[in-house]
């Protein structure tokens, strides 16, 4: 997604997705984007569109390869106060989340309509955090 993006003119950065990271990606930017894939249940390639100052994550999701994640990242932005004044969180519904499976069809369906509908916000010039 983040090659698409920047195929566009939109400068999008690729992190590893561990909290302290990601909240140190977002440190002074106002607005910002992420995207990621998730698991609520509902068929691969569903996108999801959340309000990252608002959305109340599960509070005790596993620890992944991320560390700690996401959710407990901007519940921990929130805290300190360290998070932009406008998020947007894009969620990807995936099923199989281990190394070597190739992208689904409804995945890269659901890539590229996440990456028109970041761009028709944007536009080209624009930058942001893909972590």
């Known amino acids: 997604m983040a090659e698409q993006l920047r195929a566009l003119g939109v400068t999008a950065e690729i992190c590893s997705g561990e909290a302290l990271e990601l909240i140190e990606a977002w440190h002074g930017d106002d607005d910002v984007v992420v995207v990621d894939s998730v698991e609520t249940g509902s068929p691969p390639g569903t996108i999801w569109l959340w309000d990252g100052?608002?959305?109340?994550?599960?509070?005790?999701?596993?620890?992944?390869?991320?560390?700690?994640?996401?959710?407990?990242?901007?519940?921990?932005?929130?805290?300190?106060?360290?998070?932009?004044?406008?998020?947007?969180?894009?969620?990807?519904?995936g099923r199989r989340f281990d190394h070597g499976f190739k992208v689904s069809p409804a995945l890269r369906v659901a890539v590229d309509q996440v990456v028109r509908r970041i761009r028709a916000t944007y536009g080209s010039g624009a930058s942001g955090q893909s972590c």
């Open 53 to 93: 100052r608002t959305a109340n994550f599960p509070a005790h999701q596993p620890v992944s390869s991320h560390g700690l994640g996401l959710s407990a990242a901007m519940r921990l932005a929130r805290i300190l106060g360290r998070l932009p004044k406008r998020m947007r969180v894009y969620g990807i519904e």
